[in-house]
């Protein structure tokens, strides 16, 4: 079975561009977060998806949305970059929003913001 | 507040146990983890505790959490070249609708052969 997986691998902009990135949950998944992890540091949650609703949102600007379509998978915005927003950012799905049943992370996004 | 800590940098022999450590702050956590993450690789998650729970072993792992001093530690047995990675724990806070992981600064394992 195929893993989470986050397309594009690498992605280079500059500041004040946007971006877009998306993610695919496994199969049968229908909860999905993002998380922010800068160079040197642990991931930071930015947003938790389940039902296509957002159910939670972490403490980042109004920049950084997303939103989850009716096949569980997911795309996160980011508007007017600032090279503080280079990060790897990383994708998690499980079966629901609970903490009983795992995360599973995808490889990530390297986002470099020039 | 939300605040999980890690010391930097770990450095043993092939063979020699590891002990990684990690103090975090919310008492209702319910869950705690450990990540694994090689270079340019996501998060594997290699074991979780249940927070009424003083150890878990799994293979070479032992988890042990101390509730009172709010500290948890990551053993691990025999360590090889390939279980050299940078190693997170986080803690989950669930809020009912939302479940995020809190994750602290990362413990970079060395092994040397």
């Known amino acids: 079975d195929a893993g989470v997986t986050q397309s594009p691998t690498h992605l280079i902009k500059t500041r004040g561009q946007h971006v877009t990135l998306r993610c695919s949950p496994i199969?049968?998944?229908?909860?999905v977060s993002w998380y922010q992890q800068v160079l040197g540091q642990g991931p930071q949650f930015i947003f938790q998806?389940?039902?296509?609703?957002?159910?939670g949102r972490g403490n980042f600007p109004d920049r950084f949305s997303a939103r989850q379509f009716p096949n569980y998978s997911s795309e996160l915005n980011v508007n007017a970059l600032l090279l503080g927003d280079s990060a790897l950012y990383l994708c998690?799905?499980?079966?629901?929003?609970?903490?009983?049943?795992?995360?599973?992370f995808g490889p990530g996004t390297r986002l470099t913001v020039l | 507040g939300e605040d999980v800590e890690q010391s930097l940098f770990l450095s043993v022999r092939e063979g020699d146990s590891s002990v990684i450590n990690c103090t975090y702050t919310?008492?209702?956590?319910?869950?705690l983890y450990w990540y694994k993450q090689e270079p340019g690789a996501g998060l594997q998650l290699l074991t979780y505790?249940?927070?009424?729970?003083d150890m878990k072993q799994d293979q070479r792992l032992t988890v042990l959490l101390n509730k009172k001093d709010k500290h948890l530690s990551l053993r691990i047995a025999d360590t090889q070249t390939g279980d050299s990675a940078i190693y997170f724990c986080?803690?989950?806070?669930?809020?009912?609708?939302?479940?995020?992981?809190?994750f602290g600064t990362g413990t970079l394992l060395a092994v040397q052969p």
């Open positions: 998806y389940y039902e296509k609703e957002e159910r």
């Open positions: 919310d008492s209702s956590s319910t869950y």
């Open positions: 505790i249940f927070s009424n729970m």
């Open positions: 199969s049968g998944h229908k909860s």
């Open positions: 986080a803690e989950s806070e669930y809020g009912g609708a939302t479940n995020k992981l809190i």
């Open positions: 998690a799905s499980s079966l629901d929003r609970t903490p009983y049943n795992e995360q599973f």
